[in-house]
């Protein structure tokens, strides 16, 4: 680890040693302190032991007998710091006491017989300290002459040594305080020195080769190896100063419109925000989307495009306020800042202006364009307060404009934006709802008009959310087709339909068809023909058994694609129906080319149906045209025996609504088709049939 760390800077490596030197020095300081306050405390009490012996020579001096000296023991011993004074001969006998701890003799005897025998027979042998400091009190011993020529003796004093210590506490901290400023004065100054003369030069072009955060600057008036490294490395920085500037600017810049780019653009708003923070003004974010951009690049190139976008970038610019900042913020998306605004009106006129301008018609070569755009707009303060928040609203509300149709300004709503949660919590939800078996297939009767017999069903899928109960197609549909989840769900009703019918086919009824509804995105998938035969032979279901239901919108999309995967499927043996029909705008040699079996009226249609009235025409003609190329009709929304009458009357095939039945779970509909006349003829005619309605089209009881 030392060896993958050993990298220490110059600065760390000079405080690390001005570090060791200061705590060096103050363990010195300490140390000494210390020694220099146990020498005064010991001098301290050798003085109080010098007065008090002092006292007891004079004292013995004038009197003969021991009892004279008990006052003057008893005085001594209540001197400062003396607690006690005892007086006794060389052998150990105790002559006198006087102190204010209880005396005990053995061990005082002890200590008179031990000074005794270091004294010997010296009267002037000093002071000495006798035995261990205990409880504070440390004894010491000194010869004395006794009274009336008895010869020399021992005096031993006890000093109270915390007393003492006590007295000496402030001298040493003062002495301590001054020696730790002393020394961290010192080791500040040396420090600086060392800054200023070797590590800030070394550090400045240690931090200039490494990451070039700035030129490095030589001291004035210093001539010496690392200034001339410096000057050296500053002259070489204004060199390439020039050149950083111009790749940030490249950096921040979208090359083929020179104007800002995204991250350009968020650091600009960040900027607007915060001028204008404090003041009630209004700051606009405008999110600009070609219309149909693609289709440029596909019909004339994408030189074209480059050129278009170039154009409009042109063109915004043009009509930009003063403050106002345009970047392009994707492949054909503009973004504008608008600063101070005073209304969220003014903002919708400006983009609006804009639009128009953009709309205006351009010529490429032989061809003229008529371009066209939508915008979302979304303000500061009140709809967001940072640019990630804003530039997300406006999005929101750009791609709300877009399905309202070209040209077209919309001011951020809050509802897009709870929308817009609800459209993710339904996505999550509906997956889970896959794994979790919560989608259910209902099916929905059809009748044969002139029989009146079953003719087949629609299975309409259902999804029952363990929190909120039932939620309708139309609801979650359109997010799965968004979200690009559509496929998923189609796989799982294709799958769920053909069980069924290998279900009823195993019980004994009635062999039926099975029409399941595709969207438009299942028709751009390479892979449906493939999902589509694996699902069949999975569940062991004939093809002819199989038909796909597609709107009439929808085939108009990529006609050629369309009937390219319509008649690969055909070819398999499955049969081709087209929904909704008579609502989109689908051209008659066209519908030739579609390999079709089955139209189906639209309910909106069959509701306008009565005895007398225009309301029979479309229908009339649509099933006029559909027996002409040998198609069969369906007509859907049947809900009253007027409507169905009048269709009988029409001559169409099938018809089925909520008159003829209602949609049934997978139980009761299998009773129904028991009941039915024809449940258990094995030989019923093919085009008796089940069609099964994928969740991606809705339904007539959606």
Known sequence: MWRRN??????????????????????LAAVFTCMNFRHNVNAEARAHVNIAL????????????????????????????????AIGTRHGEVLAYEGYQPINRRMLAERLAAAGRKFGNDRTGGIEAAGSVQNGIQDYAAPVALPGGRGSGIAVFSIDVHLIEQSQIASAMSMMSWLFVLIIVSILTISLILHRVVVAPIEALSGFVGNKRRPPQPASGMRDEISVVTRALSDAFADSEAKEVMLQRLASTDGLTSLGNRGWFKQSLAEAIAEHREDRSLVGVLVFNLDKFKDVNDTLGHDAGDRLLQRTADVLKGCTRDGDKIARIGGDEFGLILPGLRSADEALDLSYRFIRAVG??????????????SAGITLFPQDGRDPDTLLKNADLALSRA????????LLYRHELHLRAIERNSIERDLRAAIRQGDLELFYQPKVDVA?????????????????????????????????????????WVMNE?????????????????????????????????????????RHSVSPQYLELEVTESMVMQDVDMVIGTLRRLRSLGIGIGIDDFGTGYSSLAYLKRFPVQRLKIDRSFVSDLSSFGEGRVIPKVIIDLAHALGVKVVAEGVETAEQLHVLAELGCDEAQGYFLGRPMPCDEFEAFLQNSPVARDPQAPSHEQVAVRLPSMGGSAA
């Open 451 to 491: 029989s009146q017999r079953i003719a087949g069903a629609e299975a309409l899928v259902r999804w029952r959310h363990p929190e909120s109960g039932y939620i309708p197609p139309d609801v979650f549909i359109p997010v799965a087709e968004k979200s690009g989840f559509i496929g998923e769900l189609t796989k």
């Open 497 to 537: 339909a053909c069980r069924q019918v290998r279900h009823w086919q195993d019980m004994g009824l009635t062999r039926v068809t099975v029409a399941v509804n595709v969207s438009a995105g299942d028709l751009r998938r390479p892979d449906l023909t493939d999902m589509i035969a694996n699902t069949l032979v």
């Open 6 to 27: 050993r990298y220490l800077t110059l600065r760390a490596k000079v405080v690390l040693v001005v570090t060791l030197i200061g705590a060096a020095l103050i363990l």
């Open 54 to 85: 002092g006292v007891l020579d004079q004292a013995i001096v004038r009197t003969q007998s021991l009892g004279a000296l008990v006052p003057v023991l008893d005085a001594v011993s209540g001197s400062p710091a003396v607690t006690a004074v």
């Open 360 to 373: 205006a018609p351009i010529r490429f070569g032989p061809h003229e364009l008529q371009p066209s755009c």
């Open 402 to 409: 877009k399905t309202e149709g070209s040209g077209t300004s």
